[in-house]
């Protein structure tokens, strides 16, 4: 009678534990999920805009409607005598840019010249001229 406690004891102890089954891979458990595994990839370029068609005198523009949308200049410096010169075209260029990134399609040309003696360049190459929206 005094082993029937005892075996009563250890049965009670384990319970079921002989009957358990370790979980197989093909549980309800979700695996875990990585957030970037199957997004899509989209790369946003950077496109620079055309330089701006280069207008030199205000007769080009007879009978062709635009906008004014103001006053773009452009320019490059020569820091000292042993950089190369400034190049007027480098400057035009610029300014062409510039009216680009106004969103405008024309450039109308006031002036382009040489200066000398400017605070921090030897010499400079200075474009100024009007950035207008051209309408075909």
Same mark, same amino acid.
């Given at each position: %009678?005094?082993?029937?406690?005892?075996?009563? $004891?250890?049965? #009670? *102890?384990?319970?079921?534990?002989?009957?358990?089954?370790?979980?197989?891979? /093909? #549980?309800?458990?979700?695996?875990?999920? #990585?957030?970037?595994?199957?997004?899509?990839? /989209?790369?946003?370029?950077?496109?620079?805009?055309?330089?701006?068609? $280069?207008?030199?005198?205000? &007769?080009?523009?007879?009978?062709?409607?635009?906008?004014?949308? !103001?006053?773009?200049? !452009?320019?490059?410096?020569?820091? #000292?005598?042993?950089?190369?010169?400034?190049?007027?075209?480098?400057?035009?260029? &610029?300014?062409?840019?510039?009216?680009?990134? %106004?969103?405008?399609?024309?450039?109308? *040309?006031?002036?382009? &010249? %040489?200066?000398?003696?400017?605070?921090?360049?030897?010499?400079?190459?200075?474009?100024?001229?009007?950035?207008?929206?051209?309408?075909?």
């Amino acid at each position: %009678m005094r082993a029937l406690p005892g075996c009563i $004891l250890v049965l #009670s *102890l384990t319970g079921c534990a002989w009957l358990h089954t370790p979980p197989t891979s /093909t #549980s309800t458990q979700a695996a875990p999920v #990585s957030p970037f595994k199957n997004a899509p990839v /989209t790369r946003k370029t950077s496109t620079r805009p055309q330089p701006a068609k $280069l207008y030199k005198t205000a &007769e080009e523009l007879v009978g062709k409607p635009f906008r004014d949308l !103001g006053e773009v200049y !452009g320019s490059t410096c020569q820091v #000292s005598l042993q950089d190369p010169p400034p190049s007027l075209a480098a400057a035009r260029k &610029e300014m062409q840019m510039r009216a680009a990134y %106004m969103k405008g399609n024309a450039v109308l *040309l006031h002036q382009c &010249e %040489m200066v000398r003696a400017v605070a921090g360049c030897y010499q400079q190459a200075v474009c100024q001229g009007t950035a207008l929206k051209v309408t075909q």
